[in-house]
């Protein structure tokens, strides 16, 4: 057989799939290992739909994969600087948006700043906020975005309820967080629910994503979206969603 036939043949094989590495983060107590598998537990929470989701997402894509907790600012260096490298959930910023593809959205959520009921910040607007004392999440947009407006006192935790800990404790005044999913933080920090509210602040919408290696290739990113869709459309997504997230 020439040189040329088998370039053709081998041309005309079908592509092999990546060998995915998984990662995802900030799960807290919606997760566990279970039979050697990290799992969602049932209405766990947000994070525990994301696992479920995920896992839905690699069997219909019929690539089994195992899915492994980082913390986000780990996650975010991995999936920047490695080839085929899944991080989720993952906000979609102006910043971040050339450095990863994008799948999805898979859920929507607004933030605010939260505060202590018993002592309030009275901030009505962003720039009002920017020398308080204030915890992000390592590595999230939130962190991105009070760094470029050049807020002066930026704590960092690895975890939400980390962030509603300190709160709690004094050591700062405000926590930027999501509105979902905020009975679970709080619970988690082993903080009142009624002895946190939100201030008058939004930090705008937050959609997030599941994010692909810049480097994977335009088909394989489009069978992801094309999976999420499926999933959307045969009602699995759903039932996913109120089994797990709520």
Known sequence: MNRLLLLLLFAALPAQSADWQIYTHSLGSQASVIDGELRGHPHGGKRAFYVELVRALLDELQQPAPILEVPLARGLKMVQSRANVVLFNLSRTRERESLVHWVGPTLQETDYFYE???????????????????CVLNGSSHDSLLSDRAFTQVHRANSYAG???????????????????????????????????????????DEGYIALSIDTPAGEVTRWRQALAQLIRDGRYQRLQALYAH
Do not use: W, Y
């Not at 405000?174 to 509210?197: F, G, M, N």
């Open 116 to 134: 202590l009921k018993a002592e309030p910040t009275n901030i009505r607007v962003m720039e009002d906020a920017v020398t308080l004392p204030v």
């Open 163 to 205: 962030c509603f800990r300190m709160l709690a404790a004094g050591r700062v005044q405000l926590v930027a967080s999501a509105d979902s999913d905020l009975q679970r933080k709080l619970a988690e920090a082993k903080v009142a629910a009624a002895d946190v509210t939100a201030t008058a602040v939004s930090l705008g919408r």
